[in-house]
């Protein structure tokens, strides 16, 4: 059973970097897509952006400007990036596996504040 | 982007209810279709895909059908366990899309 985890900062600043990753255990991250969505509280859900396991990355052109999405094949990880975030940056964030989004991480709650 | 738009926003349902939501594309999506369940505080889990293919381990009483801009989830008998928030999404166009849900309540 293919399982996700995010991990990352609980607490980032305004104007600072926020960093998460997405572990993938039970498959390999070869052969799919890999995305991340967040969901600021009490609202819907948004596509931030995904990656191929080989590098290729398509974003959300909302964030494109600051999200950088990467990949570690030997980790079996990949990474979301968002710079100068402000409290509307204030979500919960998830990765997923695929296009269709079969497989999801439990999300974690990312506050920006001072 | 793709405008998603399901209707009801929000609906009222007995256990035992068919239930359905509507999901509208802005544009013709094919059948690049996903609809998620969503409890309170917790991920959101895939139920169909493609449109109308069910996803492994879940119940058959969910059931979707669509293509292009129209698309629906079908519910035939509410258990007390469908009482959630449900979305649709597409996946065929660039920047990938979610509707802005559907709550599903128990009356």
């Known amino acids: 059973q293919v399982q996700l985890q995010e991990s990352g900062p609980g607490l980032v600043k305004p104007s600072e970097t926020l960093s998460l990753t997405c572990t993938v255990s039970?498959?390999?991250?070869?052969?799919?897509?890999w995305s991340w969505i967040r969901q600021p509280p009490g609202k819907g859900l948004e596509w931030i952006g995904h990656?191929?396991?080989?590098?290729?990355?398509n974003y959300n052109p909302s964030l494109k400007s600051r999200v950088t999405i990467s990949v570690d094949t030997s980790k079996n990880q990949f990474s979301l990036k968002v710079n100068s975030v402000t409290a509307a940056d204030t979500a919960v964030y998830f990765c997923?596996?695929?296009?269709?989004?079969?497989?999801w991480g439990q999300g974690t709650l990312v506050t920006v504040s001072s | 982007d793709i405008q998603m738009t399901q209707s009801p926003s929000s609906l009222s349902a007995y256990v035992g209810d068919r239930v359905t939501i509507t999901c509208r594309a802005s544009q013709g999506i094919s059948n690049s279709l996903a609809w998620f369940q969503q409890k309170p505080g917790k991920a959101p889990k895939s139920l169909i895909y493609?449109?109308?293919g069910l996803q492994s381990g879940v119940p058959s009483r969910f059931s979707g059908s669509g293509s292009g801009t129209e698309f629906t989830l079908t519910i035939s008998s509410l258990q007390p366990e469908d009482f959630a928030t449900y979305y649709c999404?597409?996946?065929?166009?660039?920047?990938?899309?979610f509707g802005q849900g559907t709550k599903l309540e128990i009356k």
């Open positions: 997923a596996r695929d296009s269709a989004m079969q497989y």
């Open positions: 493609g449109a109308s």
């Open positions: 999404q597409q996946y065929n166009i660039y920047p990938y899309t």
């Open positions: 990656i191929y396991y080989s590098g290729s990355t």
């Open positions: 039970g498959g390999s991250i070869t052969n799919y897509y």
